[in-house]
């Protein structure tokens, strides 16, 4: 086993290449956005890298972040579905654990009955769910008024890259200050996503009072490339699904239907 502070670009491919194959196989997949975005464009200021191989294949893979020093270290691993039952995930787990200490946070990505009983029989408890929720999209909705509490007008508009990148940035690590994959984002996490090819700046609305940004949703929509939600044939079995990404309001304003608002504008888009 691997333990190294950087991938090479051959080993970068590999990972990509595993949790790739995985996700397929899974239909989940194994590991989070945040730490894909990282493996693409270069690693993050402090993580880390288990690989396990086998016939100049990786088989095994653990991502460790060591940066939060409050929370404890985070862990999230993924094996080949071709490796699985020879003991791989105990391999990378316990190397983790040994490297990372005793305070350490295991994602587990979807309901996988092998990766719930490998947490478990390391003795880690669940102690927070994220969960997926789906709504057909049938229908354009009317929006709703915002509470009267907010004297001034609402704005919703789409977001301009650059120019409110400053704003948007101030807003999003107020709101998930405590946040331990949303908060304390720099311009090079938010300009790695405006970056990606799914990125959509009409998707990404943003709702001002007097020229001050107070919330934000952020839209993904999968499977078409032209964002005219049309079926992409080549590349998937399926129509356009769109995705909530992440919405915010700033915690002034909050309970006054701007959240409500937000997504009901992002659900008609």
């Known amino acids: 086993m691997l333990h190294l502070p950087k991938l090479s ?19 989940t997949p194994p590991i989070a956005e945040h730490i894909l975005l990282h493996l693409r464009h270069g690693g993050d200021k402090a993580d880390s890298h288990l690989l396990v191989e086998q016939k100049d294949q990786v088989i095994g893979y653990a991502h460790l972040d060591q940066t939060d020093l409050v929370a404890g270290p985070s862990v999230e691993l993924v094996v080949d579905p071709k490796s699985r039952g020879a003991g791989v995930g105990r391999q990378l787990l316990s190397k983790a654990i040994e490297i990372c200490g005793k305070k350490v946070r295991l994602w587990v990505h979807g309901d996988q009955l092998a990766a719930n009983a490998l947490a478990t029989s390391f003795g880690f408890e669940k102690i927070r769910t994220v969960l997926q929720m789906s709504r057909a999209l049938t229908d354009i909705q009317q929006l709703p008024k915002v509470g009267k509490e907010v004297d001034q007008d609402v704005v919703i508009r789409s977001f301009l890259p650059g120019i409110d990148s400053d704003a948007w940035l101030s807003l999003n690590n107020k709101v998930f200050k405590e946040h331990p994959e949303q908060g304390n984002w720099q311009l090079s996490d938010l300009n790695i996503r405006l970056g990606e090819e799914w990125f959509d700046e009409q998707g990404f609305f943003l709702a001002e009072v007097d020229n001050k940004i107070i919330g934000s949703t952020w839209t993904k929509i999968y499977g078409s490339h032209s964002h005219q939600h ?9 129509s356009a699904i769109g995705e909530i990404y992440i919405t915010a309001v700033d915690q002034e304003y909050s309970g006054r239907g701007i959240g409500k608002v937000l997504t009901i504008t992002a659900l008609n888009y």
């Open 9 to 27: 670009n051959t080993q970068q491919e590999a990972v990509l290449k595993l949790i790739a194959d995985t996700t397929a196989f899974d239909n």
């Open 230 to 238: 049309e079926v992409d044939e080549e590349s998937h079995a399926h």
